[in-house]
């Protein structure tokens, strides 16, 4: 749901004031029952942010959460920006319907709904213009799965609301943005037994999938690090654009890796986090920031509105999750540098080494895999595969998902197909009443690098402690599996 320039948000308010009020302490949370008020702001010290807090009395784990088998999954859209592409991936999945759409833009709002009657003969309800309009969405009957694709702001209490009202919510990235909130998801996840998943669409991409089938077949042998990057040049257009002043808003405010779930997600699902290990602390250090003030500066964007504006992101921040096995991953954000997209997709084990942009694989020279030709020459050197030799390697081996609806996902789009991919993966598993890939832990843990980032950059790249969200179940929950 985009919100208006000229009609901030309260809750966007509120973060910018907490900002001002935590300034050399850290970032203020708000409770989930007393809402943007900030004489209700709860200062999260520099123990109890890395702090693991008891269950709730009367909450039960939700990793292995089953529910109800439905014949169709009946859909509720918040947010028709980026959320457009979410009704158009389940407007051509047979057993989803999109029963209501929501955004603060009619003609948004509107137009998806046109767009859905064109494909499946059936016009979803409409909400739009009332800034609170998606608490009649979340209110009604009829309705299995919200989907919030708000600014970051909007994504807890929305979420939030979904659950309580029965609704599993599935939240797009980042899905918090402080501790706090991702304990509020967690809470209320294992609360209403509702499943709160991260759409984290880079989990699903054809690279990616590959990286995982391979990983969970052993081909890299023991993992032990792994390297991702949110890297994107947005700043001389996103950042600037109007209606997404809020994105920009937080380099006014945050010094870290301000999106990291994206890099993040995948490699996460490569190395198990949360089911077989889990991050242990966080060390995070940022460069100047240069390149939005240079770019406001020169540029004068919006006719100069932004004179005022002082950012303090790093344009690059890099930081370092040691995990409790002792892996290590590093992370990057950078959306100002001129600089080719990059996600960087690393991983390394014992046995072979993954990196992608451009994709490109090393294979030991001892590793004597099935999947591998025994004559094989091997140069320590060089890459095993790349260009064309890898996609051959990566099409005779790609993951079940892929080969499933993977030539559909293209021809309905989303970032390559993989938009496609998430939401039919996704919608198949509350259609059969399993457990998604992506649990209210992997929300939280991945969303989560956001504040703890900041917190190590504050105090001078010292390690910020991660809480562990499962209250000890990834010691127990089993690997993801390889999806059938």
């Known amino acids: 749901m985009s919100i ?31 809402g943007p008020d900030p004489r209700t702001l709860k200062l999260l010290g520099t123990q109890e ?28 859209y918040i947010g028709l920006n980026r959320g457009r592409g979410h009704v158009n991936s389940a407007a051509n999945i047979p057993f989803a319907e999109v029963v209501a759409v929501c955004d603060i833009v009619e003609q948004r709002a509107k137009g998806a709904a046109e ?10 309800a409409v909400y739009f213009s009332d800034e609170n309009a998606w608490e009649k969405l979340v209110a009604r009957d009829d309705i299995d799965v919200v989907f919030i694709s708000t600014p970051w702001e909007w994504h807890v209490p929305m979420a939030l609301k979904a659950m309580e009202m029965g609704k599993h919510a599935f939240v797009e990235v980042s899905a918090a943005v402080t501790v706090d909130e991702c304990w509020q998801l967690v809470d209320a996840s294992e609360k209403y037994q509702r499943h709160c998943s991260i759409l984290e669409n880079c989990c699903y991409g054809e690279e990616e999938l590959f990286v995982l089938h391979m990983a969970r077949q052993g081909l890299f042998g023991e993992l032990k690090h792994a ?30 890796n301000l999106y990291p779930t994206h890099g993040l997600g995948p490699v996460a699902q490569y190395l198990n986090i949360g089911r077989g290990d889990a991050f242990k602390f966080v060390v995070s250090v940022s460069s100047p920031e240069l390149n939005l003030t240079q770019f406001r500066d020169k540029a004068q964007p919006n006719k100069g509105r932004h004179k005022d504006e002082k950012f ?26 001129p600089r080719p997209y990059s996600r960087i997709n690393g991983l390394c084990g014992t046995e072979a080494t993954f990196f992608g942009y451009p994709a490109r694989l090393a294979i030991d020279a001892g590793n004597k895999h099935p999947l591998l030709d025994p004559l094989e020459k091997r140069n320590s050197h060089e890459w095993t595969y790349e260009k064309e030799k890898l996609t051959k390697f990566m099409q005779a081996n790609c993951h079940p ?16 197909g993989m938009d496609f991919i998430l939401n039919y993966r996704m919608l198949d598993c509350v259609r059969q009443g399993i457990t998604p890939d992506m649990t209210v832990y992997d929300a939280a843990d991945w969303s989560a690098i956001l504040e703890l980032s900041v917190r190590s950059v504050k105090d001078g790249s010292a390690p910020a402690q991660c809480p562990d969200f499962t209250r000890g179940g990834w010691r127990t929950v089993k690997p993801l599996g390889i999806v059938s």
């Open 4 to 34: 208006n320039p000229k009609e901030p948000s309260n809750r966007r308010d509120f973060l910018k004031f907490g900002a001002v009020a935590a300034t050399g302490l850290g970032l203020y949370a708000v409770s989930a029952e007393a």
């Open 401 to 416: 998902l892929v080969t499933k609806v993977g030539e559909l996902a293209k021809k309905v789009g989303g970032h390559g």
């Open 227 to 256: 390297e991702c990057a949110y890297i994107h040049d947005l700043g001389k257009g996103v950042l600037w654009a109007l209606g997404r002043d809020w994105r920009r808003n937080y380099h006014t405010f945050m010094d870290g």
């Open 115 to 124: 767009s859905v009657k064109k494909k499946t003969g059936k016009e979803p």
């Open 312 to 337: 303090v992101c790093g344009d690059m921040n890099t930081s370092i999750i040691k995990t409790q096995l002792g892996r290590t991953i590093m992370i990057q954000h950078d959306v100002v540098s």
């Open 49 to 76: 942010i890395g702090a693991t807090r008891p269950r709730p009395a009367g909450n039960k784990p939700v990793w292995d959460l089953t529910t109800k088998p439905l014949e169709k999954v009946r859909c509720g």
